[in-house]
């Protein structure tokens, strides 16, 4: 009886995931995103200060697009990892649980975060934007202002991510997305 509950909870979650994939790629199939990393290669230049990249030549269009193909990618990547962690819950045993348990803690504590970063940068005035974190650090992605990114606008970027996320300066990389 144990195992038909967790059978039953692993295909409901997997039933779920597939809707929702197949939800975004009927929303988003029939408009052009660019390739990513296409994007992000393109014309990076660093800042005095080593803080501010620059990724430039891109239309309004295509800057929505970008945000929304960064926001896709990062969700079908923690959607995978949040799938695997829960299936090693559900066969798992002991330590293997606690374990899995905790990173699943983790990526939803780092979503909240990023979540937390986007909400209070948007309220700031900035168009659009968008978090990542990582082990080495957080990029954040912001559209551009009319009158370019200046670096009154990446300290209070900054001081949001400080803030939030209690990381150093070093760790914090602002993408200004023209």
Not at 61 to 86: G, N
Request: include cysteine; charge should be negative.
């Amino acid at each position: 009886m144990n195992n038909w509950k967790k059978n039953l909870i692993a295909a409901a979650v997997l039933v779920v995931v597939c809707a929702g994939i197949y939800m975004n790629w009927m929303f988003t199939n029939d408009k052009t995103v660019d390739n990513l990393t296409d994007v992000l290669d393109s014309e990076k230049v660093m800042a005095e200060d080593g803080l501010l990249l620059e990724v430039g030549g891109m239309g309004e269009d295509t800057i929505s697009d970008y945000f929304a193909a960064v926001r896709l990618s990062r969700q079908q990547a923690r959607d995978s990892a949040v799938e695997l962690l829960q299936e090693a819950m559900a066969y798992g045993e002991g330590a293997d649980v606690q374990v899995s348990g905790e990173k699943l803690e983790e990526i939803v504590q780092t979503a909240l975060c990023e979540a937390q970063i986007e909400s209070l940068v948007i309220a700031k005035g900035y168009a659009d934007c968008v978090a990542y974190m990582s082990d080495n650090g957080i990029s954040v992605a912001v559209a551009s202002p009319e009158n370019g990114m200046e670096q009154t606008d990446v300290a209070v970027i900054a001081d949001i991510v400080i803030t939030q996320a209690g990381l150093d300066y070093e760790d914090i990389r602002v993408v200004e997305v023209q």
